[in-house]
């Protein structure tokens, strides 16, 4: 038998499957979407088995044989092969990139490199010291100094240094204790030796517990016995005790419902409920654009439908877009559906994604509620598949496979039957635009779910405010509503928009900002540490004291960060209770939940926060939002920017007033008169489509043309600039004429890390051949540039071009 292999090994100018023979001990067990460990080149590296045939072209004397099978029960399912196989034409990626993308990191390969002992009488000193008596020693147990004397050992051939595929499968187990029959403890009490007392009390324990099974470290805990005494009896025969697996449980501790069970569904709701439902029942893979302002019952709407599916056997994926979404929603949907759900985020460990993972697998959840990659759960009989927020970028992957979690749940919605919703009170203006041409069905929730007002929008103009001397990042206005909440007792929110706000140091003398060493960008400001870091490249230096490059001591600190605004709000309200939530605050694993839990409960007069506190957020005791700087955005030179001002503004003021008590949103801007500002303080999503709508196509931008961003980069800038070109005139030469090709062009920032780099842009409106051209440009890179040291990389739909 002849397996087709996809190995791990992207630095192949081909990317297809290899042959391998199947040893007959294996041929009965393997299956496609099983992993293996077969040798490729000199190395052993980690494969999928896609395929199974009788006969290869390969001759048998050329067929390596599989060294060894990882999965008895395969790993991906036919669909997932299929999948991948899409992935590939589509985001342009190896094939192995879209596979691996599909599991847990657990999963994932990983490889080790080895020292093999042939001569073991040849070694001397520190290594033989290290060595020992052992064949095999994991290459890191040397110190970085012997690696010289390794290399030169295995030159002479006493060991040999090897790359292995490490199996982890990262099972956690856990001893069981079963206790055995009344008879056998009898007799065990008869020949107990009488000094035996601990066994004697320990058996005692036992006879109250005959034939049960419990894991043996409670059984140690309630009855005080060592695990010596356990032993003992074990070995009497007194009881067994066997390894079994058992989940990890992620931090549960379930959030409070706020606003208890809602009532009957709105008549909005029960329309889209009743459509989707119809779709559920006839198979239909129909795609809903579930468009509801925020706090109209949106998720509601999901989990009448996830009700449904559920009653008809199916099963149900949730998508929602990041950690910051997952403590209030997810314990929504625990508490709604019980021991069903499964949770799958960037905040779980490995091991906990991968017992999530293996509960999706074996069937034992019906719902998954997580992250992009939840996209890809193994749910064998799906019965919807749900975005929420389907307008949020982080549904965007950034390195390869590129692919856009909105495409891949539609893909497979095709392969089991089933409808999609997108909801969003702001949709992308993709997604409203196909809902207009009638590609997806649009659902519309036009009101609150318990017709509270939208909360009332005060925009403030920070130029008046300086020009009337006021010099705090806090207007006048906002101040004194923060003061009045804090009087009543209710709870604000502050949102900082840290992107394109960086806080960098200046000098007030040559204006000059201290720059990254490595990369074109000014390095920023950590509070914390005192230090300078690189978002770019993760380099880091003291603050100096003077400037490099005029030496004037009047260096400083500009800019706001958050940290930066709670200062300025301690010496404002001293009395105020501020939690601030941040990339610096929530590092820490299960932060993010405390921190909520934590403001919920009451504990905090302020939440300040960025980005990740503009969604999901929902408590009744929040009256008022602040924003402290609503246009930094638009600055950047990215075709999305307002629409992402306009969805981030919306999604900020939705936090306030969402239960009894009226809320009030300040939002501060330096551009008062920019549209984007202008319509998000009605929440007036058709109008802010309509006009830009009207400058996407003025501009020539999605979702009028399709785009496609290749990027370049080179440690030499002739060397990138020159290969951009050549790329260029290469695509130039096969396009459409209405194709249009903007560069190559230096990127946004021009140098990360050393490398330059360079990029061009295609747009399009119809080019059926252009996912052929560029995969034979990616045959050219692979081939040659990538030899000459250029990284270059292909985004079909880029979620920013800066
Ligand atoms: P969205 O997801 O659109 O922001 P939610 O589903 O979170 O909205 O609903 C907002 C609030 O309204 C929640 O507290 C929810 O419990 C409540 N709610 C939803 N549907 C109804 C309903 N039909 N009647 C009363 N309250 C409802
Ligand atoms: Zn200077
Ligand atoms: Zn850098």
């Given at each position: 038998?002849?397996?087709?292999?996809i190995?791990?090994v992207?630095?192949?100018?081909?990317?297809?499957p290899?042959?391998?023979a199947?040893?007959?001990?294996?041929?009965?067990?393997?299956?496609?979407?099983?992993?293996?460990?077969?040798?490729?080149?000199?190395?052993k590296?980690?494969?999928?088995?896609?395929?199974?045939?009788?006969?290869s072209?390969?001759?048998?004397?050329?067929l390596?044989?599989?060294?060894?099978?990882l999965d008895?029960?395969?790993?991906?399912?036919?669909?997932?092969?299929?999948?991948a196989?899409?992935?590939?034409?589509?985001?342009?990626c190896f094939e192995?990139?879209?596979?691996?993308?599909?599991?847990?990191?657990?999963?994932r390969?990983k490889?080790e490199?080895?020292?093999?002992?042939?001569?073991?009488?040849?070694?001397?000193?520190?290594?033989?010291?290290?060595?020992?008596n052992?064949?095999?020693?994991?290459?890191?147990?040397?110190?970085?100094?012997?690696?010289?004397?390794?290399?030169?050992?295995?030159?002479?051939?006493?060991?040999?240094?090897?790359?292995?595929?490490?199996?982890?499968?990262?099972i956690?187990?856990?001893k069981?204790?079963?206790?055995?029959?009344?008879?056998?403890?009898?007799?065990?009490?008869?020949?107990?030796?009488?000094?035996?007392?601990?066994?004697a009390?320990?058996?005692?324990?036992?006879?109250?517990?005959?034939?049960?099974?419990l894991?043996?470290?409670?059984?140690?805990?309630?009855?005080?016995?060592?695990r010596?005494?356990?032993?003992?009896?074990?070995?009497?025969?007194a009881?067994?005790e066997?390894?079994e697996?058992?989940?990890?449980?992620?931090?549960?501790?379930?959030?409070?419902?706020?606003?208890?069970?809602?009532?009957?569904?709105t008549?909005?709701?029960?329309i889209?409920?009743?459509?989707?439902?119809?779709?559920?029942?006839?198979?239909?893979?129909?795609?809903?654009?579930?468009?509801?302002v925020?706090?109209?019952?949106?998720?509601?709407?999901?989990?009448?439908?996830?009700?449904?599916?559920?009653?008809?056997?199916?099963?149900a994926?949730?998508?929602?877009?990041?950690?910051s979404l997952?403590?209030?929603?997810?314990s929504?949907?625990?508490?709604?559906?019980?021991?069903?759900v499964?949770?799958?985020h960037?905040g779980?460990?490995?091991?906990?994604?991968?017992?999530?993972?293996?509960?999706?697998?074996?069937?034992?959840?019906?719902?998954?509620?997580?992250?992009r990659?939840?996209?890809?759960?193994?749910?064998?009989?799906?019965?919807?598949?749900?975005?929420?927020?389907?307008?949020?970028?982080?549904?965007?992957?950034?390195?390869?496979?590129?692919?856009?979690?909105r495409?891949?749940?539609?893909?497979?919605?095709?392969?089991?039957g089933?409808?999609?919703?997108?909801?969003?009170?702001?949709?992308?203006?993709?997604?409203?635009?196909?809902?207009?041409?009638?590609?997806?069905?649009?659902?519309?929730?036009?009101?609150?779910?318990k017709?509270?007002?939208?909360?009332?929008?005060?925009?403030?103009?920070?130029?008046?405010?300086?020009?009337n001397?006021?010099?705090?990042?806090f207007?006048?206005?906002?101040?004194?509503?923060?003061?009045?909440?804090?009087e009543?007792?209710?709870?604000?929110v502050?949102?900082?928009?840290?992107?394109?706000?960086?806080?960098f140091?200046?000098?007030?003398?040559?204006?000059?900002?201290?720059?990254?060493?490595?990369?074109?960008?000014?390095?920023?400001?950590?509070r914390?540490?005192?230090?300078?870091?690189c978002?770019y490249?993760?380099?880091?230096?003291?603050?100096?004291?003077?400037?490099?490059?005029?030496t004037?001591e009047?260096?400083?600190?500009?800019?706001?960060?958050?940290?930066?605004?709670?200062?300025?709000?301690?010496?404002?309200?001293?009395?105020?209770?501020?939690?601030?939530?941040?990339?610096?605050?929530?590092?820490?694993?299960?932060?993010?939940?405390?921190?909520?839990?934590?403001?919920g409960d009451?504990?905090?007069?302020?939440?300040?926060?960025?980005q990740m506190?503009?969604?999901?957020?929902?408590?009744?005791?929040?009256?008022?939002?602040?924003?402290?700087?609503?246009?930094?955005?638009?600055?950047?030179?990215?075709?999305?920017?307002?629409?992402?001002?306009?969805q981030?503004l919306t999604?900020?003021?939705?936090?306030?007033?969402?239960?009894?008590?009226?809320g009030?949103?300040?939002?501060?801007?330096?551009?008062?008169?920019?549209?984007?500002?202008?319509?998000?303080?009605?929440?007036a999503?058709?109008?802010?489509?309509?006009?830009?709508?009207?400058?996407?196509?003025?501009?020539?931008?999605?979702?009028?043309?399709?785009?496609?961003?290749?990027?370049?980069?080179h440690e030499?800038?002739?060397?990138?600039?020159?290969?951009?070109?050549?790329?260029?005139?290469?695509?130039?030469?096969k396009?459409?004429?209405d194709?249009?090709?903007?560069g190559?062009?230096?990127?946004?920032?021009a140098?990360v890390?050393?490398?330059y780099?360079?990029?061009?842009l295609?747009?399009?409106?119809?080019?059926?051949?252009?996912?052929?051209?560029?995969?034979?440009?990616?045959?050219?890179?692979?081939?040659?540039?990538?030899?000459?040291?250029?990284?270059?990389?292909?985004?079909?739909?880029?979620?920013?071009?800066?």
């Amino acid at each position: 038998m002849i397996a087709e292999i996809i190995t791990d090994v992207s630095a192949h100018p081909v990317d297809r499957p290899f042959d391998y023979a199947v040893p007959e001990g294996m041929a009965k067990v393997i299956e496609p979407g099983a992993r293996v460990r077969v040798p490729f080149g000199n190395r052993k590296v980690l494969g999928f088995v896609t395929g199974l045939k009788e006969e290869s072209d390969v001759p048998d004397s050329r067929l390596k044989p599989i060294d060894e099978l990882l999965d008895p029960e395969p790993v991906l399912t036919g669909e997932m092969l299929h999948l991948a196989d899409w992935m590939k034409q589509t985001t342009l990626c190896f094939e192995i990139d879209a596979l691996q993308a599909m599991l847990p990191s657990a999963l994932r390969a990983k490889y080790e490199k080895t020292v093999h002992v042939l001569e073991p009488e040849k070694l001397t000193g520190e290594v033989a010291d290290i060595v020992r008596n052992r064949r095999v020693v994991a290459v890191k147990e040397f110190n970085e100094r012997l690696l010289p004397a390794l290399k030169r050992l295995a030159a002479e051939g006493t060991v040999s240094i090897e790359t292995a595929v490490r199996q982890r499968t990262n099972i956690k187990k856990e001893k069981v204790l079963h206790i055995g029959e009344a008879d056998r403890l009898w007799e065990i009490r008869e020949s107990l030796p009488k000094s035996a007392n601990r066994q004697a009390e320990l058996l005692e324990w036992m006879e109250a517990h005959i034939g049960q099974s419990l894991p043996s470290k409670d059984v140690m805990e309630s009855t005080g016995t060592t695990r010596a005494t356990v032993k003992a009896l074990i070995e009497r025969g007194a009881a067994r005790e066997t390894e079994e697996e058992v989940y990890r449980k992620p931090e549960t501790g379930l959030m409070p419902e706020s606003g208890g069970m809602p009532g009957p569904l709105t008549e909005e709701q029960a329309i889209a409920v009743g459509k989707i439902g119809e779709a559920v029942d006839d198979g239909r893979e129909e795609t809903f654009l579930l468009h509801g302002v925020t706090g109209s019952g949106k998720t509601e709407v999901y989990m009448q439908v996830i009700r449904h599916v559920l009653d008809l056997g199916k099963e149900a994926i949730v998508l929602v877009p990041e950690i910051s979404l997952t403590p209030q929603i997810t314990s929504r949907f625990k508490r709604r559906f019980g021991p069903m759900v499964a949770v799958m985020h960037s905040g779980l460990s490995a091991g906990e994604k991968y017992d999530e993972w293996r509960k999706i697998q074996r069937g034992e959840v019906k719902v998954v509620v997580g992250a992009r990659s939840a996209v890809f759960a193994p749910f064998r009989n799906l019965g919807v598949i749900i975005l929420d927020e389907e307008h949020e970028s982080s549904y965007k992957q950034e390195d390869s496979p590129r692919y856009h979690a909105r495409d891949v749940a539609i893909r497979r919605s095709e392969e089991h039957g089933c409808p999609v919703i997108l909801g969003s009170a702001t949709p992308s203006l993709e997604s409203y635009a196909r809902a207009h041409k009638g590609v997806y069905s649009l659902l519309t929730l036009s009101e609150r779910a318990k017709k509270q007002p939208l909360p009332e929008v005060q925009v403030v103009d920070m130029r008046e405010e300086l020009k009337n001397g006021n010099r705090s990042m806090f207007s006048l206005a906002l101040a004194e509503a923060i003061r009045d909440r804090l009087e009543k007792g209710e709870q604000t929110v502050l949102f900082l928009n840290r992107r394109g706000y960086s806080s960098f140091v200046l000098c007030r003398d040559c204006g000059t900002s201290v720059q990254c060493p490595n990369c074109d960008i000014s390095l920023t400001y950590h509070r914390a540490t005192e230090r300078l870091q690189c978002h770019y490249c993760g380099h880091e230096e003291l603050v100096p004291h003077n400037c490099p490059e005029c030496t004037s001591e009047h260096i400083r600190f500009f800019g706001t960060g958050t940290q930066k605004v709670q200062e300025e709000l301690h010496r404002l309200f001293p009395e105020a209770r501020v939690l601030r939530m941040d990339v610096d605050t929530t590092r820490q694993k299960g932060a993010h939940e405390r921190l909520l839990r934590q403001f919920g409960d009451g504990g905090a007069d302020i939440l300040l926060g960025t980005q990740m506190i503009a969604k999901g957020l929902d408590f009744p005791n929040i009256t008022l939002v602040g924003v402290l700087s609503a246009d930094t955005m638009l600055r950047l030179s990215d075709f999305r920017a307002a629409e992402k001002t306009f969805q981030l503004l919306t999604q900020v003021s939705g936090r306030a007033g969402r239960h009894e008590k009226e809320g009030e949103v300040i939002v501060q801007t330096y551009a008062p008169e920019h549209y984007a500002v202008e319509l998000a303080k009605d929440q007036a999503y058709e109008p802010f489509y309509a006009i830009e709508m009207g400058n996407r196509k003025r501009y020539s931008y999605p979702p009028f043309y399709f785009v496609t961003l290749i990027q370049f980069s080179h440690e030499d800038l002739m060397k990138v600039s020159e290969t951009a070109g050549n790329a260029v005139r290469y695509l130039s030469g096969k396009l459409g004429r209405d194709t249009v090709i903007i560069g190559p062009t230096s990127a946004e920032v021009a140098r990360v890390n050393n490398r330059y780099r360079y990029q061009c842009l295609i747009k399009y409106k119809k080019e059926p051949k252009l996912a052929g051209v560029l995969t034979d440009l990616v045959k050219i890179y692979r081939s040659s540039w990538m030899k000459e040291g250029i990284l270059m990389s292909i985004d079909m739909n880029p979620s920013t071009i800066s």
